[in-house]
């Protein structure tokens, strides 16, 4: 009925362009990683997947507490623990030349550390771990941090390549096949395959050759996911 008004009245359909192209893109993005994080977690849930959920870069924590959400709402038979990666009060900084770009600047992306751990106050399988990766995942005793359990998804939102690699070779040890890898701006850096997130999972790959991965999903603007299909 409204398919054949719109298809006759050109007035609906602006009416339809117009809702859609307010929506600011961020919101439009934010929605789809809400949607991939939910997908992921019904999958993994799906697959009998045991393990935990990674997020490095989660600023305020929305997404993070998107993936709290999710696998709270489908009553999940597994227990999860969530951690959450992030520097915080300092935001971004470059530790490779080659990471540099216009929009993920130095110094950008501040959050509140305290108020982010506030937020997921009641939540007692949340752990956040404040700092930049290069320094929090490399230390010997961070890998004390997961135990003995494994990866069963990773979302990997920190836009620039080499925190995005270090994060990937953190979590290789307790990666299995059905980990779902999550990468966010994965276009970035004018679509060049070797830098940001697009060239942390090619550089992981080359550097790994055991370890391969298949395409899962696309979601928001530019964000793509894969799941491991060999370890
Ligand atoms: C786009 S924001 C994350 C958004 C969040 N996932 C969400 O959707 O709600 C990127 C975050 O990555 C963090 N980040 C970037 N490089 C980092 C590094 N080397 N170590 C720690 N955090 C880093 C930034 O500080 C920022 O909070």
């Keep these: 009925m409204l398919f054949e008004l719109a298809k006759k009245f050109a007035f609906i359909q602006n009416i339809v362009v117009n809702?859609?192209?307010?929506?600011?893109?961020?919101?439009?993005?934010?929605?789809?990683?809400i949607e991939v994080i939910k997908k992921a977690m019904w999958h993994s849930?799906?697959?009998?997947?045991?393990?935990?959920?990674?997020e490095f870069g989660i600023y305020e924590g929305t997404s993070l507490y998107a993936a709290?959400?999710?696998?709270?709402?489908?009553?999940?038979?597994?227990?999860?623990?969530?951690?959450?990666?992030?520097?915080?009060?300092?935001?971004?900084?470059?530790?490779d030349e080659r990471d540099k770009h216009p929009y993920f600047k130095e110094g950008d992306f501040v959050s509140s550390?305290?108020?982010?751990?506030?937020?997921?106050?009641?939540?007692?399988?949340?752990?956040l771990i404040k700092g930049y990766f290069e320094e929090t995942t490399t230390a010997p005793e961070a890998k004390n941090i997961y135990g003995n359990n494994k990866c069963a998804i990773v979302f990997?939102?920190?836009?620039?390549?080499h925190p995005s690699i270090v994060a990937l070779e953190y979590v290789k040890p307790i990666l299995q096949a059905g980990s779902i890898i999550i990468l966010d701006d994965y276009f970035a850096y004018k679509g060049d395959e070797n830098l940001g997130t697009a060239g942390a999972l090619r550089t992981f790959l080359q550097?790994?050759?055991?370890?391969?991965?298949?395409?899962?999903?696309?979601?928001g603007y530019g964000g793509k996911s894969f799941v491991v299909t060999k370890v």
Excluded: W
Aim: glycine share 6%.
């Design 19 to 33: 809702l859609q192209t307010s929506l600011h893109p961020s919101i439009m993005h934010n929605l789809g990683k």
């Design 113 to 127: 550390y305290e108020k982010t751990k506030k937020r997921f106050a009641a939540f007692p399988n949340v752990k």
């Design 207 to 219: 550097t790994n050759p055991t370890i391969s991965v298949r395409e899962f999903s696309d979601y």
């Design 45 to 54: 849930e799906l697959e009998g997947l045991t393990g935990d959920y990674f």
């Design 156 to 161: 990997i939102d920190c836009d620039l390549m």
């Design 68 to 95: 709290v959400k999710a696998h709270k709402k489908i009553k999940s038979s597994f227990k999860r623990n969530f951690y959450g990666f992030d520097s915080f009060d300092d935001g971004f900084k470059y530790f």
